[in-house]
């Protein structure tokens, strides 16, 4: 069955920090690549996506993923985390063998000190 | 102006109960989803449907049962509430069957007591 793996559950950084969360799926084919946030009693709301093309994929309030087709990952990265980051963080895969549904990994929860 | 949006968001209701849950997108998906968090914040797809028609129906008991009156909607009933089901419930909606970007209600969280 394909999987998502999401490695750090907990991660405590401090403001400016830089972040680095990992995510790597179990799928030979191709497929869709997202990160979601949901924000402390708020619904998910998409990061960023990857469909094809460049690896290296820009989302909305500095985040940015790398695609590593080889590695079978898709990691999240900011250079400097604020304490407005603080959310729990979902990788999700969507396979079309799967009808498309998006496939979660178990997610990471972020708090960012000030 | 919500692009998708449920209602109630908040359910507190008995075991043994009835009770239903409803789901709008304003923004002509042809594709529509529920999906379960639990009490770990894991996600789990229960049912998609593309222009009103059933194309995921996952492992989920059938005392939950979708409706989709237009592609528009998707409603969520479940009968015989119990207290496993108590989780957070997402409805989503992404433009096409083939399209992964999903957008994501507030959620519905059910409190089976």
């Known amino acids: 069955a394909q999987s998502v793996s999401q490695h750090n559950h907990h991660v405590i950084l401090s403001e400016a920090a830089s972040l680095e969360l990992g995510c790597n799926y179990s799928y030979g084919g191709t497929v869709n690549l997202f990160w979601y946030v949901q924000y402390p009693g708020q619904h998910l709301q998409l990061l960023l996506k990857?469909?094809?093309?460049?690896?290296l994929v820009k989302g909305i309030k500095g985040f940015e993923a790398e695609f590593i087709k080889s590695k079978f990952s898709f990691n999240l990265r900011k250079p400097s985390v604020q304490w407005s980051d603080t959310a729990e963080y979902f990788c999700a895969v969507n396979i079309p063998n799967s009808g498309y549904a998006l496939n979660f990994g178990k997610g990471t929860s972020l708090l960012v000190t000030p | 102006d919500t692009a998708v949006s449920q209602t109630p968001k908040y359910l507190v209701t008995q075991m043994g109960n009835d009770k239903s849950i409803k789901c709008e997108q304003n923004?002509?998906?042809?594709?529509m989803y529920w999906y379960k968090q639990d009490s770990k914040k894991f996600l789990k797809i229960m049912f998609s449907?593309?222009?009103?028609?059933?194309?995921i129906n996952e492992t989920v008991p059938n005392r939950f049962s979708p409706k989709s009156p237009d592609k528009a909607h998707l409603n969520l009933h479940i009968n015989s509430l119990e207290l496993g089901d108590s989780a957070v419930y997402f409805c989503?909606?992404?433009?096409?069957?083939?399209?992964?970007?999903?957008?994501f209600g507030p959620g519905t969280r059910l409190t089976v007591t």
């Open positions: 989503a909606s992404s433009q096409s069957y083939a399209r992964g970007e999903q957008y």
């Open positions: 449907y593309n222009n009103k028609e059933l194309i």
């Open positions: 990857y469909f094809s093309g460049d690896p």
């Open positions: 923004l002509g998906h042809d594709t």
